[in-house]
């Protein structure tokens, strides 16, 4: 691909289908690979848990248990093919200092998303099912359906590994200019609110369960701003900005 001249916008189109096309190739091949130790991957899960087991309550459910399992082990196993195809697409729009920074920060970004995930598997979703568990009483028998547990898992995981991406992508924004510390602490109540609101969403009903849910998340966001506040760079700021 010639980078000195700029492209119509049939070409655009055309690298843009060429390159989903690889994406989509990359995730098929991952997922029809995956499908093949999903059943141990979900026997492990629930064997990790304090349910002990869970239940279907129909034919196919155990069947598409699997096939999500499989889908998210596909996404991760062929991320560095969507980064880079991500990447290489917008690459030729972006500045060189630009380019520079999405090399640094993209593969350290990923690896701080799948250990935001593995700190909120292992970490916070067995002291929110002990939690949960524990209203049931003597007389309440728990059962929880394959599609509950998994659905409960990729709504207590993924959401760390967005918040523990924060940080870096913050330092990011700063050092290109984008993103101003003053921000931060102009916002600051309002992120002690959103942390609250949602670990008051996400937390088992307790004061307890949610404060120690809002302190992580407020603390990741004085984090960012720290990090923003070393990386910023004033006089690298976009002339779009200063207009």
Do not use: C
């Not at 196919?60 to 990447?87: N, Q």
């Not at 630009?98 to 002291?127: C, N, Q, Y």
């Not at 050092?175 to 101003?180: R, S």
Request: charged letters at 15%; proline letters at 6%; a neutral charge.
């Amino acid at each position: 691909m010639n980078e000195d001249r700029e492209m119509t916008i049939a070409e655009h189109l055309e690298e843009l289908r060429r390159r989903l096309a690889v994406i989509l190739i990359a995730v098929a091949v991952a997922f029809v690979a995956g499908f093949f130790v999903s059943k141990p991957v979900v026997d492990w899960l629930i064997a990790r848990s304090p349910l002990g087991r869970v239940v279907v309550t129909g034919v196919t459910e155990a069947f598409y248990g699997l096939l999500r399992v499989d889908l998210v082990m596909a996404l991760v196993a062929s991320s560095p093919v969507i980064l880079y195809e991500v990447a290489a697409f917008v690459f030729p729009g972006l500045t060189a200092e630009e380019k520079r920074v999405v090399r640094v920060v993209a593969v350290p970004g990923l690896l701080l998303f799948l250990l935001g995930m593995t700190l909120g598997f292992f970490g916070f979703v067995p002291v929110v099912l002990k939690v949960m568990l524990s209203f049931t009483g003597s007389h309440i028998l728990p059962l929880w359906t394959l599609g509950n547990y998994l659905s409960f898992l990729i709504f207590l995981t993924v959401p760390f590994g967005v918040v523990l991406e924060l940080p870096l992508v913050s330092g990011a924004l700063a050092w290109l200019g984008i993103l101003e510390p003053a921000v931060f602490a102009r916002y600051r109540r309002w992120a002690i609110l959103v942390a609250f609101l949602v670990a008051a969403i996400l937390a088992p009903p307790d004061g307890l369960s949610m404060i120690l849910m809002a302190l992580p998340l407020y603390a990741v966001y004085e984090l960012s701003y720290l990090v923003a506040k070393l990386s910023f760079r004033p006089s690298e700021a976009p002339q779009w900005l200063e207009d």
